[in-house]
T-cell receptor
């Protein structure tokens, strides 16, 4: 069974305190790994897609990396507006089936 | 403006009363899907569609139906809702199955 595990469940950082969120996966037929940001009461918002081990993508204070077993979302010098839940998802294709499986997310709070 | 529109945003209904949640996208996307989000369980895929008249089950399809008669619309139908279907529902669309997904604002459903 495909599994996606995110850690930690919750993370509290002070403004400027860099850290990393982890997404580990056990799937077969991986076609892509996605990172989304979700604010309370809203739908997830796309951040990155990674397709192969070794790939890295950056956007402002965020950088996503991918290995064969896990992905990291690095947050450099975070600001309070980075507070949100960060979701990881894997796209798996098995035969004709095409599914997106999400982790349960990391709830990030950045304080002044 | 590119968007995915769900209606209604909030719905309280009684057990057994059929309901439909509508979803429409204006981006000419091929791939559309429905998710439910529950505390501690994350986002779980209910059904997806790769094109008009092509739908398939996700991880939690029991108690739900979908149809894709037009490319832009992908309604979610609960023929006989039960309290365990109380949840936050999201519709999403993407150009193709392994590209970034755009999510709607969500529909909070309560079945009493």
């Amino acid at each position: 069974e495909d599994q996606v595990t995110q850690s930690p469940e919750a993370l509290r950082l002070q403004e400027g305190e860099s850290s990393s969120l982890n997404c580990s996966y056990t799937v077969s037929g991986l076609r892509g790994l996605f990172w989304y940001r979700q604010d309370p009461g809203k739908g997830p918002e796309f951040l990155f897609t990674l397709y192969s081990a070794g790939e890295e993508k950056e956007k402002e204070r965020l950088k996503a990396t991918l290995t064969k077993k896990e992905s990291f979302l690095h947050i450099t010098a975070p600001k309070p507006e980075d507070s949100a839940t960060y979701l990881c998802a894997v796209h798996v294709v098995t035969g004709t089936a095409s599914k997106l499986t999400f982790g349960t997310g990391t709830r990030l709070q950045v304080t002044l | 403006e590119a968007q995915v529109t769900q209606n209604p945003r909030y719905l309280i209904t009684v057990t057994g009363k059929k309901l439909t949640v509508t979803c429409s996208q204006n981006m000419n996307h091929e791939y559309m899907s429905w998710y439910r989000q529950d505390p501690g369980l994350g986002l779980r895929q209910i059904y997806y569609s790769m094109n008009v008249e092509v739908t398939d089950k996700g991880d939690v399809p029991e108690g739900y139906k979908v149809s894709r008669k037009e490319k832009r619309n992908f309604p979610l139908i609960l023929e006989s809702p039960s309290p365990n279907q109380t949840s936050l529902y999201f519709c999403a669309s993407s150009f193709w199955r392994d590209t970034e997904a755009f999510f709607g604002q969500g529909t909070r459903l309560t079945v009493v």
